[in-house]
């Protein structure tokens, strides 16, 4: 098929995400390997958003083809009420991966169900029912997931599910920025005592926020979250389904705090995407509650063989290939040129990273910060930045005022240096907006 073909009959025949469909306009993709993928007629892309940051190992690994093509010759598919061997594998070895006593698993088809879980799990574990989740996030897209999610795309399923509570973030966005720990653990706990604290089951919250604006927590707000659930019997949930699986440089973001959370979600890292599996971890104080209580939760799809095996084979990566330790190296790199790109130009009013999960946020104003789209919103500029690095072959997420710097833990330096070339000349283009 050639692009246009695949691009006419996806509209055609299919729904794209999150968008009005007359507006949507995708890069039809042939193949992909490594850091880069094609499309039909041969247009190179390096992939600087991992996919959806997923593809963490990068793509078309052959150990995890592999796998995947035995597994699905030996034993394709069985129902979740059998024992399998990647299955029985995959705990021990996530198990072995988790922070704390983290080591019993429920598996699930992807991110939003590993969250509709978690919060079940919680609800069933505390018999209380109400959910503290923060604004500036997202869990989701099922009906519990998405009432959970903090940012615009919840508006839509509104009202969503009883008993979710919000709180506000420790950063204000780009002219408000940052506030302390402090300051936000104390609104956080005033907000439990208004609510009642014997109505909380649990506290959910990314650990670094992903498509939000990759929020790096201030030291101590993890841990005060931390504290303030055991003060009050709350659970904490860690969603990592982003953060998780080296992208930050360490097995998972958590790991940085040193906090263990009560139950901790992941997926997309989990396989890098080869096949759909996510899956909920639980502290053994959790696991206990459901020996002789029921866990009133199934999936056709619970512990998928065939995602089983492309999860081991995609960890054997991580770990054979030191790429948690390559997101950390390469992630020093990535800080140094950020830094260097805010250094030369106007436009550019914050950069963040951890490991190689990043930002950059762009302003018309270094003085009043005003941001280079609204919230929510985009803008010539930012629209005419992203056409630019599509041109050139830098495909990442352009999102508000905000584009991101997320590409595969196998990049090397020199891969590195060449995207950022791109970034550099794409920034030329909002510059020239800015007044002072
Ligand atoms: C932090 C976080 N949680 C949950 C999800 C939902 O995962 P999925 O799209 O696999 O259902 C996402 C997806 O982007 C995510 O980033």
């Known amino acids: 098929m050639t692009g246009d073909e695949m691009i006419a009959l996806s509209k055609r025949h299919t729904l794209f995400e999150w968008a009005a469909q007359a507006t949507v306009d995708p890069i039809p993709v042939a193949r992909a390997q490594g850091i880069y993928f094609w499309t039909p007629e041969g247009k190179r892309f390096i992939d600087f958003n991992s996919q959806l940051m997923c593809v963490n190992i990068g793509h078309g690994e052959a150990r995890v083809i592999r796998a995947i093509q035995e ?3 030996t034993l394709a598919y069985v129902n979740p009420f059998m024992a399998t061997e990647p299955r029985a594998r995959l705990g021990v070895k996530l198990a072995e991966i988790t922070p704390g006593d983290i080591d019993v698993f429920f598996f699930t088809s992807g991110g939003s169900d590993a969250n509709e879980n978690a919060m079940k799990l919680a609800r069933m574990a505390t018999g209380r029912h109400k959910i503290l989740a923060r604004y500036r996030s997202y869990h989701g897209a099922t009906a519990g997931s998405v009432t959970l999610t903090g940012d615009p795309r919840r508006w839509a399923a509104e009202p969503g ?16 920025g940052w506030e302390s720990a402090e300051t936000s653990l104390a ?38 979250v931390r504290k303030l659930c055991d003060k009050y019997g709350i659970l904490m949930i860690a969603d990592e389904v982003m953060a998780g699986f080296g992208r930050t440089g360490e097995w998972f973001a958590v790991d940085h705090w040193k906090v263990v959370p009560d139950l901790i979600c992941m997926a997309k890292g989990l396989t890098s995407s080869y096949l ?38 995609t960890i054997r990566v991580y770990e054979e290939d030191n790429l948690i330790d390559n997101a950390k190296k390469m992630g020093a790199i990535m800080k140094e040129l950020g830094r260097e790109l805010q250094a030369k130009h106007p436009s550019v009013g914050a950069v963040r990273s951890i490991g190689l999960f990043g930002i950059v946020e762009l302003v018309r104003s270094r003085k009043t910060r005003q941001p280079m789209a609204p919230f929510n919103g985009t803008s010539d500029e930012m629209a005419a930045l992203g056409r630019f690095f599509r041109e050139q072959g830098l495909y990442t997420l352009v999102r ?3 584009f991101y710097t997320n590409p595969p833990l196998c990049i090397n330096e020199q891969q590195l240096r060449e995207a950022f070339a791109v970034i550099d000349k794409g920034l030329e283009i909002t510059d020239t907006v800015v007044k002072d």
């Not at 599910?161 to 408000?176: C, F, K, M, N, T």
């Not at 498509?211 to 030291?219: A, K, R, S, V, Y």
């Open 400 to 402: 508000w005022n905000t």
């Open 276 to 313: 759909p599996l996510g899956a909920v971890g639980m502290r053994h104080h959790i696991a206990q509650h459901f020996q002789d209580k029921v866990f009133y939760g199934g999936l056709t799809y619970n512990s998928h063989p065939m995602g089983c095996a492309a999860a081991l084979a």
């Open 187 to 224: 609104m956080i706990e005033e907000t439990i005592q208004l609510e009642g604290p014997h109505t909380i089951a649990a506290f959910i919250l990314e650990t670094v926020v992903g498509t939000n604006g990759i929020l790096i927590p201030p030291d101590g707000y993890l841990e005060g």
């Open 161 to 176: 599910i009883p008993g979710v509570v919000r709180v506000l973030d420790p950063y204000h966005g780009i002219e408000r």
């Open 71 to 73: 597994q699905a010759a």
